[in-house]
């Protein structure tokens, strides 16, 4: 720990040791492909769709918004850059945020071989747990169909669950869609049509004795397929190698959940079995014949240039916490880097009780309040899957807000703790949901806490808030480049 120069005042150590940290619980370990048989395929091998021209260098090609797509996320699909796009689009307000869906392009595309398929499997709302999953009841889907899932039932998350539960419970924690998994689940094992299930310790194919049984086979599925969404989204994932060592890149014109679909495969299958599983004949069928064409159920999520409402630290005006965690992710291992960590004063470090209160960001109503965990919901419809939402982990037990409470900025949330996750020091973790999907803390909508401007480092946790010049480096020490006073 660094020590602070007296230049005349009090002297006084803070110690928020080894806290960035931070891992939820349940998450996944990691995302090494291994291969896999799928148990159910519909239909023959696809037609291959045609190939990509090879464009000539920074060649204007039309491109027609989609929605949630941000110019840096553009400008890395396309090879090119943010100014280039915006030289070419004089039409885009120079404070855009997130682009009209539909509005016509022109982008200046440069060429990269081994670009994957055109073909587009789901929208971006039938992805995520958002406003299209709300009226879904996946118990009473389930019910109906005649395969093994329906009779399943497990001890998870501290309580008995039905196979259907089990689903819900993966897709409230990841923000992913019950559709979505049960269509994997049918496609992969016959879950809703077949009697028997296959090897339960590894039905999905991630062959890790970490996460064996259904509930662990989901979390893993869930986790790799936000990684693939969410890496297309920001523009961080622009190629992914196959188990066989042949890479792919994603087709600069696909949607995210697709993306996070092919990803998700590419984990799993040898190229064959992968071609089959994204084409027209695979998943895409399987969902269809489930729950109807997904196209028609096509509703844009995320609004043109979304903007964050104004929020304050996650603690009292006047205290002064250690950002000990910068971008990294909201829930689960690697993509999305939708939160960061703060942390109390303390005179020791390491998981230890604290009397400091986090407080709330906003006004809300808490629509979860469990172990480590509290939901506060900003647009009081009560729904978590619907407007903007804080996710708070590392709520400690005692004292911690109970569900419905209605809540003003400031009011106290919990005390920082290390429950609710795998952590090495008492803090508190925020991040943000619109409509289901995680924002990432950097940005066009990056993390605004009082005119602080969230950023990412050069790798997760690592980063900096920045206001009017000056800069605060987040940092698992005690130092004064890593606090920031709330409401200064």
Same mark, same amino acid.
């Given at each position: 720990?660094?020590?602070?120069?007296?230049?005349?005042?009090?002297?006084?150590?803070?110690?928020?040791?080894?806290?960035?940290?931070?891992?939820?619980?349940?998450?996944?370990?990691?995302?090494?492909?291994?291969?896999?048989?799928?148990?159910?395929?519909?239909?023959?091998?696809?037609?291959?769709?045609?190939?990509?021209?090879?464009?000539?260098?920074?060649?204007?090609?039309?491109?027609?918004?989609?929605?949630?797509?941000?110019?840096?996320?553009?400008?890395?699909?396309?090879?090119?850059?943010?100014?280039?796009?915006?030289?070419?689009?004089?039409?885009?307000?120079?404070?855009?945020?997130?682009?009209?869906?539909?509005?016509?392009?022109?982008?200046?595309?440069?060429?990269?071989?081994?670009?994957?398929?055109?073909?587009?499997?789901?929208?971006?709302?039938?992805?995520?747990?958002?406003?299209?999953?709300?009226?879904?009841?996946?118990?009473?889907?389930?019910?109906?169909?005649?395969?093994?899932?329906?009779?399943?039932?497990?001890?998870?998350?501290?309580?008995?669950?039905?196979?259907?539960?089990?689903?819900? /419970?993966?897709?409230?924690?990841? =923000?992913? &869609?019950? $559709?979505? +998994?049960?269509?994997? %689940?049918?496609?992969?094992?016959?879950? *809703?049509?077949?009697?028997?299930?296959?090897?339960?310790? /590894?039905?999905?194919?991630?062959? =890790?004795? &970490?996460? $064996?049984? +259904?509930?662990?086979? %989901?979390?893993?599925?869930?986790?790799? *397929?936000?990684?693939?969404?969410?890496?297309?989204?920001?523009?961080?994932?622009?190629?992914?190698?196959? &188990?066989?060592?042949? +890479?792919?890149?994603?087709?600069?014109?696909?949607?995210?959940?697709?993306?996070?679909?092919?990803?998700?495969?590419?984990?799993?299958?040898?190229?064959?079995?992968?071609?089959?599983?994204?084409?027209?004949?695979?998943?895409?069928?399987?969902?269809?014949?489930?729950?109807?064409?997904?196209?028609?159920?096509?509703?844009?999520?995320?609004?043109?240039?979304?903007?964050?409402?104004?929020?304050?630290?996650?603690?009292?005006?006047?205290?002064?916490?250690?950002?000990?965690?910068?971008?990294?992710?909201?829930?689960?291992?690697?993509?999305?880097?939708?939160?960061?960590?703060?942390?109390?004063?303390?005179?020791?470090?390491?998981?230890?009780?604290?009397?400091?209160?986090?407080?709330?960001?906003?006004?809300?109503?808490?629509?979860?309040?469990?172990?480590?965990?509290?939901?506060?919901?900003?647009?009081?419809?009560?729904?978590?899957?619907?407007?903007?939402?804080?996710?708070?982990?590392?709520?400690?037990?005692?004292?911690?807000?109970?569900?419905?409470?209605?809540?003003?900025?400031?009011?106290?949330?919990?005390?920082?703790?290390?429950?609710?996750?795998?952590?090495?020091?008492?803090?508190?973790?925020?991040?943000?949901?619109?409509?289901?999907?995680?924002?990432?803390?950097?940005?066009?909508?990056?993390?605004?806490?009082?005119?602080?401007?969230?950023?990412?480092?050069?790798?997760?946790?690592?980063?900096?808030?920045?206001?009017?010049?000056?800069?605060?480096?987040?940092?698992?020490?005690?130092?004064?480049?890593?606090?920031?006073?709330?409401?200064?």
């Amino acid at each position: 720990m660094n020590n602070f120069p007296l230049r005349g005042l009090l002297f006084f150590v803070i110690a928020s040791l080894i806290l960035s940290a931070c891992m939820p619980q349940a998450a996944g370990a990691d995302l090494v492909p291994v291969t896999a048989t799928p148990t159910l395929v519909a239909g023959p091998s696809p037609t291959p769709l045609p190939a990509r021209p090879a464009y000539n260098p920074g060649e204007l090609v039309d491109y027609a918004a989609q929605m949630g797509d941000t110019l840096p996320a553009l400008a890395a699909h396309f090879n090119t850059t943010v100014d280039q796009i915006r030289q070419a689009n004089p039409q885009i307000p120079a404070d855009a945020t997130t682009m009209p869906p539909g509005m016509p392009m022109k982008i200046p595309i440069y060429y990269l071989s081994l670009w994957g398929s055109p073909l587009k499997i789901i929208p971006d709302n039938l992805f995520v747990n958002g406003p299209s999953a709300v009226g879904f009841d996946s118990s009473a889907f389930v019910a109906g169909q005649t395969g093994w899932l329906k009779d399943f039932s497990d001890y998870v998350g501290g309580d008995w669950r039905s196979g259907a539960q089990i689903v819900d /419970y993966v897709a409230m924690n990841f =923000s992913v &869609s019950p $559709r979505l +998994l049960l269509a994997i %689940l049918e496609y992969q094992t016959g879950a *809703l049509s077949q009697a028997e299930p296959p090897d339960m310790s /590894y039905l999905l194919g991630y062959r =890790s004795y &970490s996460h $064996r049984g +259904l509930y662990l086979q %989901l979390v893993w599925a869930a986790n790799t *397929l936000n990684n693939g969404y969410y890496g297309w989204r920001t523009g961080r994932l622009t190629s992914f190698e196959h &188990s066989d060592g042949s +890479l792919e890149r994603p087709d600069p014109w696909q949607n995210p959940g697709t993306v996070g679909i092919q990803y998700y495969f590419s984990r799993l299958y040898l190229k064959e079995d992968y071609t089959r599983a994204i084409g027209s004949e695979g998943l895409a069928l399987t969902f269809r014949n489930l729950f109807g064409d997904p196209w028609a159920m096509e509703v844009p999520h995320i609004p043109v240039s979304l903007k964050q409402p104004a929020f304050t630290f996650p603690f009292p005006a006047g205290d002064s916490w250690t950002y000990t965690g910068g971008p990294h992710t909201g829930w689960g291992t690697g993509e999305p880097l939708a939160a960061i960590d703060f942390a109390p004063p303390a005179s020791v470090g390491g998981c230890i009780p604290t009397d400091k209160w986090a407080t709330a960001i906003a006004d809300g109503v808490v629509v979860r309040s469990e172990t480590g965990i509290v939901v506060l919901d900003l647009d009081d419809d009560r729904d978590e899957r619907t407007g903007w939402v804080i996710f708070h982990l590392h709520v400690g037990s005692e004292g911690r807000v109970p569900l419905g409470t209605r809540m003003k900025s400031g009011d106290p949330v919990g005390h920082p703790s290390c429950e609710g996750g795998r952590t090495t020091g008492t803090h508190i973790h925020i991040a943000r949901k619109y409509n289901g999907e995680w924002i990432p803390a950097e940005g066009p909508l990056a993390f605004n806490l009082e005119g602080w401007i969230a950023h990412n480092g050069d790798r997760a946790y690592a980063g900096t808030l920045t206001r009017n010049g000056k800069t605060i480096i987040a940092c698992d020490c005690s130092n004064l480049e890593s606090q920031v006073t709330a409401g200064k």
